[in-house]
């Protein structure tokens, strides 16, 4: 197993829904909150997300608009139009996406990599959440 995998955390919304049925299934060998890879409804929208931001563009069998370009340009300088090139790639994956909404996307550079900062809105529960990602040239992608 990937130490990539074990270093992702994935928070739970700030506020926790009642919600009496599952709307959203699916499962995920990666996750460590469940027992039987189950996932329902925010973890698995979370998960489906996050896959997206795994894998690198291109990398997806039959499928080459699947990934980020993150990976192929975080040893680069971020100048603004590869700044934009970023916000765009991002923005296409939020929007590839029917069960959310994105607020206002933060790209900032730290030494060893990229940080996304994004509002997510869950649009069957109208809940909102903070998502920040981390893409370190050492480590791979870490939540935050």
Not at 5 to 22: D, G, L, M, N
Request: net charge negative.
């Amino acid at each position: 197993m990937s130490s990539l995998f074990t270093k992702t955390q994935i928070s739970s919304p700030s506020i926790a829904p009642h919600v009496s049925s599952r709307r959203y299934r699916g499962f995920s060998t990666v996750s460590k909150h469940t027992e039987n890879f189950a996932l329902y409804d925010f973890e698995l929208i979370k998960q489906d997300l996050l896959n997206n931001f795994y894998v690198r563009q291109g990398e997806r069998l039959m499928n080459p608009t699947f990934g980020t370009i993150i990976w192929d340009i975080i040893f680069e300088p971020l100048t603004d139009e590869l700044k934009n090139a970023v916000l765009q790639n991002v923005n296409q994956i939020f929007n590839s996406d029917p069960r959310i909404r994105t607020g206002n996307i933060v790209i900032t550079p730290y030494d060893t990599g990229l940080e996304i900062q994004c509002e997510l809105v869950y649009v069957l529960y109208n809940i909102q959440q903070k998502l920040q990602m981390q893409f370190d040239q050492a480590n791979g992608l870490a939540l935050q």
